[in-house]
């Protein structure tokens, strides 16, 4: 399980970021439609063969966090979209953040787009109907602000947990950072992040505990929210002198 938290399982992935595919171009190997429950995943996780031994490095894994969600499926009973809303959402208080199928979205959500031969089109026949593990949960700034805020006060997982998740597992230099378990890390700060990637949509959610200081940045396209997250981290994040 830490492994796979961690992106050290080195199991497989069905989208391997490590072979530098540009994230528009990708395409799944089922019908979009098709994946509307975690355990529709099997069909895009099997036949990917081990990338290392378990724990010899860190390699980002979109497939682990899949896995993830079918062994608390499993041990729950429950659908993961149900243990997210119960577990996560509801202690948080994040009214506005629900795992929705893309041909069921509620008035006010935003549409993900990608350029494509000079037009934009929507994101729908790239991602799967419903988000799993790996992500997919539409959300607001106002709930990322509300996860953080619980999180660190204990209300989703005990404190000494969140103090095991955001500790640094892995070195990772070329991102420049640190990773902890399902949380990226600053690489010489406590500050902590999420990050969000994939065709039409871009997200990244940094916190400093220490300040208690948030910067959140959601975008409907692949590419909107990195100039604002960076120049965010400068401005509110900068490097010691």
């Not at 149900?82 to 979205?105: K, N, Q």
């Not at 005990?158 to 103090?163: E, H, I, P, T």
């Not at 991102?175 to 902890?180: N, S």
């Not at 940094?206 to 959601?218: E, I, M, N, Q, S």
Request: hydrophobic fraction near 35%; glycine fraction near 10%.
């Amino acid at each position: 399980m830490e492994h796979l938290l961690g992106h050290r399982s080195g199991i497989g992935d069905y989208f391997d970021e490590d072979a530098g595919q540009e994230i528009t171009d990708y395409q799944l190997t089922v019908p979009v439609h098709e994946l509307s429950t975690t355990e529709a995943y099997l069909a895009v996780l099997d036949g990917y063969p081990a990338k290392f031994p378990p724990g010899e490095r860190f390699s980002y894994c979109n497939s682990g966090y899949v896995v993830l969600a079918l062994i608390a499926e499993r041990v729950a009973g429950r659908p993961f979209h149900e243990l997210v809303r119960d577990r996560v959402c509801t202690p948080a208080d994040m009214r506005g953040t629900e795992f929705l199928r893309s041909d069921e979205l509620p008035p006010g959500t935003a549409t993900g787009y990608l350029p494509i031969e000079g037009v934009s089109r929507t994101n729908v026949f790239h991602l799967p109907v419903r988000g799993s593990g790996d992500g997919g949960i539409y959300s607001s700034a106002d709930d990322i602000s509300a996860l953080w805020r619980a999180l660190f006060a204990g209300k989703i997982v005990s404190r000494d947990w969140v103090a095991e998740m955001t500790r640094p597992h892995s070195d990772v230099p070329s991102e420049g950072r640190r990773y902890g378990l399902g949380f990226w890390l600053h690489a010489t700060r406590d500050t902590v992040m999420l990050t969000g990637y994939d065709a039409g949509v871009s997200f990244r959610s940094v916190h400093d505990p220490r300040a208690g200081l948030t910067h959140t940045v959601l975008s409907n396209t692949s590419y909107g929210a990195w100039k604002i997250t960076r120049y965010l981290d400068r401005k509110l994040v900068p490097e010691p002198e």
